[in-house]
């Protein structure tokens, strides 16, 4: 058979209220049309994040059941820590309550002012943490990464070439780690290849710098690998993840991406002195050292969910979700980041909107044109994000896991092509009030 069908059947379900054009006009008005200001309840199809919003599996309801609330020595705890030890092979497993909580611990023990922390393309969190211990961050992501419409397998990679430059410049004194995020969530979710995972690592090796990846969507990477990469094909992505993480000396990971669970993170790392200073962080601010920030009914249902999530089935379904997403869109002329990536579909829309200009902010325009229409929650990353530092205007469009049908996707289309259509009416907005930091979740806006 051709198709690729949802290999799971719905066991429970979540009704979602459908709004009138008209009730959605005045939902965005008072929410000062920023979509983070929106009830979900008044949302019929939330493609805000994939973050924290996948659907457990029955084995992981049930695993909430059977969690062990010790405070010390949870069952849940080693069962969540083997279950990491057997994919990434680090010797330190350190639960978090989130990705940021890893990074926030991991960069208080290494990073100060002087120090520079090359990554193929940080995370906004990523960014803010080391920003905030006054160290600086860098984005090294190959050229053909930041264009749009550029085919390549592997969009995600590391610009070996640049990060010699900053290694032999800088290396191992102002470095105390390189990251590589895989995929690369801000560029697309694009997967980054093994070569180049292990060509980042010959060079880190050579200036002394431990590697560190980012491990969000790994799962999905290894998945882009067996599908892209020469060599791989008959590998599981088990094997393949299991050698991903054989490069690196640590990693931080958000379990609320590829793990299936509504929250948890993880720091994970082999050298002893840095763990001991993260797990004296980690018990000052998360908790103590066998639950993090977690119930260990959390840990029971992340365990769970990171067996499954290296499932062959699930994971071409997955990554054949936002293929034929992509590919419907493109077939109507609508720009998007191509190929597509594991997690979302990004609308270029500065092209899409060509129109207006980026002062006027085409990509929260068309965010809230997704919503005024069809009552889709999308996430604009561009200049309301990142200000003047913004590379690219976008429209993220974030597939929950697990989640959503095909039918919700063909909606999402239809309400895509009929903005298309008369994209012509859209106008550009301006903000009227905004924070000092982080805008893009409170700012005020109004059309101009
Ligand atoms: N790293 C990457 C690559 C991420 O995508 C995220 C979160 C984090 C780190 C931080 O993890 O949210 O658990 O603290 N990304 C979410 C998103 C928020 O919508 O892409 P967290």
């Known amino acids: 058979m051709k198709t690729i069908i949802e290999p799971f059947k719905i066991k429970t379900v979540e009704p979602i209220k459908p709004t009138t054009k008209e009730e959605r006009q005045k939902i965005l008005k008072k929410a000062h049309y920023n979509l983070f200001n929106v009830s979900a309840e008044d949302v019929l199809i939330d493609l805000l994040t994939d973050s924290g919003t996948s659907a457990m599996s029955a084995k992981q309801w049930a695993g909430l059941l059977d969690g062990d609330e010790a405070y010390a020595g949870s069952r849940s705890f080693f069962r969540f820590e083997n279950t990491i030890r057997k994919i990434t092979g680090f010797k330190h497993i350190i639960p978090t309550h989130q990705g940021r909580a890893s990074e926030r611990i991991i960069f208080s023990v290494v990073a100060d002012k002087e120090s520079m922390i090359p990554n193929n393309t940080h995370f906004d969190t990523t960014r803010a943490n080391i920003e905030y211990t006054g160290a600086k961050a860098f984005d090294m992501v190959i050229k053909e990464g930041t264009e749009p419409e550029t085919i390549h397998p592997f969009k995600g990679n590391m610009d070996i070439k640049k990060l010699?430059?900053?290694?032999?410049?800088?290396?191992?004194?102002?470095?105390?780690?390189?990251?590589?995020?895989?995929?690369?969530?801000?560029?697309?979710?694009?997967?980054?290849?093994?070569?180049?995972?292990?060509?980042?690592?010959?060079?880190?090796?050579?200036?002394?710098?431990?590697?560190?990846?980012?491990?969000?969507?790994?799962?999905?990477?290894?998945?882009?690998?067996?599908?892209?990469?020469?060599?791989?094909?008959d590998k599981t992505a088990l094997q393949i993840a299991q050698e991903m993480f054989s490069y690196a000396d640590g990693a931080t990971m958000s379990l609320k991406k590829d793990a299936f669970a509504n929250i948890g993170g993880f720091l994970a790392l082999n050298d002893d002195d840095t763990a001991e200073k993260a797990r004296n962080l980690l018990i000052l601010t998360e908790g103590f050292v066998t639950y993090g920030g977690l119930a260990g009914r959390d840990l029971e249902a992340i365990a769970i969910g990171l067996e499954e999530i290296l499932n062959e089935d699930y994971l071409k379904y997955r990554i054949r979700t936002i293929e034929y997403f992509a590919e419907k869109l493109v077939k109507i002329g609508i720009p998007i980041l191509q190929p597509a990536g594991g997690h979302a579909i990004y609308i270029n829309a500065a092209k899409f909107l060509s129109h207006i200009p980026k002062a006027e902010f085409p990509g929260h325009t068309l965010a809230c044109a997704l919503y005024e229409e069809g009552g889709v929650r999308s996430c604009e990353i561009g200049s309301v994000m990142f200000a003047e530092n913004a590379k690219m205007e976008l429209v993220r469009l974030a597939i929950p896991r697990r989640v959503y049908t095909q039918s919700h996707i063909d909606y999402t289309i239809e309400v895509l092509e009929e903005i298309y259509r008369k994209k012509e009416a859209l106008r550009g907005m301006k903000i009227t009030w905004q924070p000092k930091a982080l805008r893009h979740f409170t700012a005020h806006f109004s059309y101009v």
Not at 169 to 176: D, K, L, Q
Not at 196 to 220: G, Q, V
Request: aromatic share 12%; with cysteine.
């Open 164 to 233: 010699e430059q900053f290694l032999k410049e800088y290396a191992p004194a102002r470095v105390p780690l390189a990251m590589i995020t895989v995929t690369n969530n801000s560029n697309g979710g694009q997967p980054v290849s093994m070569e180049n995972i292990k060509e980042t690592k010959a060079l880190c090796k050579k200036y002394n710098t431990p590697l560190f990846i980012d491990a969000c969507r790994f799962a999905e990477n290894a998945y882009f690998i067996k599908m892209r990469e020469k060599g791989y094909s």
